[in-house]
């Protein structure tokens, strides 16, 4: 049987705010992902540069249809490589590049990116723990509340630690930020 949601989610946030420790950084530092990334050997590529080799590939997510990819693991041999598209804006770039660094942190087993038809397969359990992961290597909830606290809007929250508002949004959401920074609110 499989452990429950809660307990994963502690497990995924704990190795998040440990993997923010190791780096230097306190509740209230905004996380470079790329440096995360430098830290786990992990080597991040940009869409953009594939654009000599395969600029057909590299345009149609650059600029047809930029919401159709945003970040993949590639895997050689025992290494990873992720690949990320720097056509969305900087805070949704910092959110692929740290959910992927978070199936990296997790130990995701590569899957087979193509089923048998064609299709991509998802595991919705990894995708769902890497965007946890994701969200919690990017904002602490402590840093969370104490901006609440301080009454501060999630648009200066989200400038602050290099994300998007509705990252924030969710953020709040998810750890119950706002009740525990205004606890008479209840
Ligand atoms: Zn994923």
């Given at each position: 049987?499989?452990?429950?949601?809660?307990?994963?989610?502690?497990?995924?946030?704990?190795?998040?705010?440990?993997?923010?420790?190791?780096?230097?950084?306190?509740?209230?530092?905004?996380?470079?992902?790329?440096?995360?990334?430098?830290?786990?050997?992990?080597?991040?590529?940009?869409?953009?540069?594939?654009?000599?080799?395969?600029?057909?590939?590299?345009?149609?997510?650059?600029?047809?249809?930029?919401?159709?990819?945003?970040?993949?693991?590639?895997?050689?041999?025992?290494?990873?490589?992720?690949?990320?598209?720097?056509?969305?804006?900087?805070?949704?770039?910092?959110?692929?590049?740290?959910?992927?660094?978070?199936?990296?942190?997790?130990?995701?087993?590569?899957?087979?990116?193509?089923?048998?038809?064609?299709?991509?397969?998802?595991?919705?359990?990894?995708?769902?723990?890497?965007?946890?992961?994701?969200?919690?290597?990017?904002?602490?909830?402590?840093?969370l509340v104490t901006a609440l606290r301080r009454g501060s809007?999630?648009?200066?929250?989200?400038?602050?630690?290099?994300?998007?508002?509705?990252?924030?949004?969710?953020?709040i959401?998810?750890?119950g930020a706002y009740r525990r920074a205004h606890p008479a609110h209840r």
């Open positions: 049987m499989p452990p429950p949601a809660g307990f994963v989610k502690k497990h995924v946030t704990d190795l998040a705010y440990e993997t923010r420790e190791e780096l230097g950084l306190s509740p209230f530092d905004r996380l470079e992902p790329l440096a995360l990334a430098e830290y786990l050997a992990i080597p991040v590529r940009k869409l953009s540069e594939l654009r000599e080799e395969n600029p057909a590939a590299a345009d149609y997510f650059l600029t047809r249809d930029p919401a159709a990819f945003s970040g993949v693991t590639v895997f050689h041999g025992s290494g990873r490589v992720i690949l990320h598209n720097d056509a969305h804006s900087p805070a949704r770039q910092a959110s692929n590049i740290c959910h992927e660094l978070g199936h990296g942190l997790l130990l995701h087993d590569p899957t087979p990116a193509v089923d048998g038809s064609g299709c991509r397969e998802w595991d919705q359990v990894m995708e769902d723990q890497a965007q946890w992961m994701a969200g919690a290597l990017l904002i602490h909830e402590l840093g809007e999630p648009s200066e929250i989200a400038r602050r630690y290099g994300v998007s508002e509705d990252m924030v949004t969710w953020r959401n998810m750890t």
